[in-house]
C-alpha cells in the first residue's frame, strides 16, 4: 500500500504546493511515541483537515495515487492541445502530456506511479499550469 499513497515528506510537498489536505483520502497515523511507526488509515475527507491541523504530531496526510490523478488536469494548451497520458513501461510507469500525433510536452518515468504523478504535479505547477483544485 506504501506505493499507492505520497510518502510524509510528497504529502507536505503538495500542500506547499497549493494542495488543500482534503483532499488526501487517508492520514499516516503515528502509532505510538516507543516506536514511532507510520500506519495508513483511511479518514473521511471533512475529517483529514481537523485530525491533521489539531494532532500535527501525530496524523499527516497521505494522498493515493487516485488523489494525485484527479488534482491532473485531462489537458493543457501550451501552443496546442496537450492530453494526460498515464500508462505502464518497461521502467514502471509512465506519465506524460502529448497530442494526438503523439508529440509529447513532457514525460515522466519511474518505477513508482506516485513518484511520477508527484514530478508531473511539480512539473504543472513550476510552469503556470493550474490543477484540479
Not at 497549493?18 to 514511532?36: L, N
Amino acid at each position: 500500500m506504501k506505493d499507492q499513497v505520497t510518502s510524509i515528506e510528497q504529502s507536505k510537498r503538495l500542500i506547499e504546493l497549493g494542495v488543500p489536505v482534503q483532499k488526501a483520502s487517508m492520514v499516516w497515523r503515528t502509532m505510538s511515541t516507543k516506536t514511532g511507526r507510520r500506519k495508513l488509515q483511511i479518514a473521511c475527507e471533512e475529517h483529514i483537515g481537523w485530525m491533521c491541523r489539531n494532532f500535527p504530531t501525530q496524523y499527516a496526510p497521505a494522498f493515493t495515487v487516485a488523489d494525485q490523478q484527479e488534482l491532473l488536469p485531462v489537458f493543457i494548451d501550451a501552443k496546442g492541445t496537450f492530453y494526460l497520458n498515464i500508462s505502464k513501461c518497461y521502467e514502471g510507469w509512465y506519465v506524460s502530456y502529448e497530442t494526438e500525433s503523439g508529440a509529447e510536452l513532457i514525460s515522466h518515468r519511474g518505477t513508482k506511479l506516485v513518484d511520477v504523478l508527484m514530478d508531473a504535479t511539480e512539473w504543472l505547477l513550476s510552469n503556470g499550469y493550474k490543477l484540479n483544485i
